[in-house]
């Protein structure tokens, strides 16, 4: 039996935030796909009109760095996402042992994150959940951005307050005090940590509460004044941190090229309001130099 007379249900791949994502044959295309089923809960009238606006938002956006959205549709009670099926995920690449990425690997990954997110922004979406499980890989090599817009979309569920849509090591620091209006920047944050978990091979922040979450950027990148963040102390959830100096970048990646280091040091700028924008990250010279970035389909991937 086939689910909307069309898909062939195979096994589950995991749970998700949303829900349940299974492995399907589309038989109309032959092709492998990934259905993800929204539970819709308390929305008894079924998906909202804003929801279903933003999912044809979603299914307009074709990008070779942003995963498709096939097919939407209700199924009962459930909303069924049909995507394209991905072979693996950023965090499987980064997690494993067995795989050694060189200068121009992890200029290519990130080139493709930075890609796909510049579209994003481009049509003033943000992701807001921006990590490496979200960054799927295909079979070609090819990155991916997946649940872009979704947080926007559904909320988060379990989490109350929609600046905590973020994974935890990831959150700006504008989120983690309780900023209520904020941009494209929060992405860009993430991408930097992104960055550095590429180049480190671990993550880069990793803060076991929102409080430890600040204490652990303020180790590494110093605390923040009133200088250098203008609008720092009017932040809803703002507290004062004991004063701790900035590291230098050498240190915190001492694998890195000045320019990576350059370019990390602009995505890790304090203030929402001069960190650098993902279309000035896509033209940092750290692109343009060598060693350039592999050729997606010869980088390396999980066996
Ligand atoms: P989360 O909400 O925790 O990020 P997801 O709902 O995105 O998780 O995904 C749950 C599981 O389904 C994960 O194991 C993920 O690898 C897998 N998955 C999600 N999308 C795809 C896809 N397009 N192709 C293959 N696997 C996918």
């Known amino acids: 039996k086939k689910v909307a007379d069309r898909y062939l249900k195979r096994e589950i791949l ?24 929204i539970r819709l809960g308390r929305q008894k009238e079924g998906v909202n009109f804003t929801a279903l606006r933003e999912i044809k938002l979603l299914k307009e956006l074709k990008d070779p760095n942003i995963i498709e959205l096939i097919h939407a549709f209700p199924h009962k009670g459930n909303l069924h996402l049909v995507f394209e099926f991905m072979e693996t995920d950023l965090e499987a690449v980064i997690r494993d042992p067995n795989i050694f990425l060189s200068p121009g690997d992890i200029k290519s990954y990130f080139q493709m994150t930075l890609k796909g997110l ?9 992701h807001r959940d921006m990590k ?19 947080a926007r979309i559904f909320g988060s569920p379990g989490r109350k307050f929609t600046h905590q849509v973020f994974a935890r090591w990831y959150r700006a620091p504008e989120l983690l005090f309780g900023a209520k209006q904020y941009g494209a920047s929060v992405d860009v944050w993430a991408a930097g940590c992104i960055f550095a978990e590429l180049l480190n091979r671990r993550p880069f922040l990793q803060g076991d509460s929102d409080i ?64 650098i924008s993902v279309q000035q990250a896509l033209e940092h010279r750290y692109f343009t130099s060598i060693p350039l970035p592999t050729d997606p389909a010869k980088l390396p991937r999980p066996a």
């Not at 995991?14 to 089923?37: L, R, S």
């Not at 490496?132 to 979704?150: C, E, R, T, V």
């Open 14 to 37: 995991g749970e998700g935030t949303y829900g349940v994502v299974y492995k399907a044959i589309d038989t109309k295309t032959g092709h492998t796909v990934a259905i993800k089923k």
């Open 118 to 126: 510049a579209v994003c922004h481009n049509k003033w979406v943000l």
């Open 132 to 150: 490496p499980n979200n960054l799927l890989i295909g079979s070609n090599g090819q990155l991916k951005l997946a649940d872009f817009g979704l």
């Open 212 to 275: 430890d979450q600040l204490g652990k950027i303020f180790q590494k990148l110093g605390t923040p004044t009133p200088l250098l963040w203008h609008d720092l102390e009017w932040l809803p959830d703002f507290v004062e941190y004991s004063s701790q100096i900035t590291q230098p970048w050498r240190k915190l990646c001492p694998t890195a090229s000045d320019d990576a280091l350059d370019l990390l040091s602009k995505m890790f700028t304090y203030d929402p309001r001069t960190r």
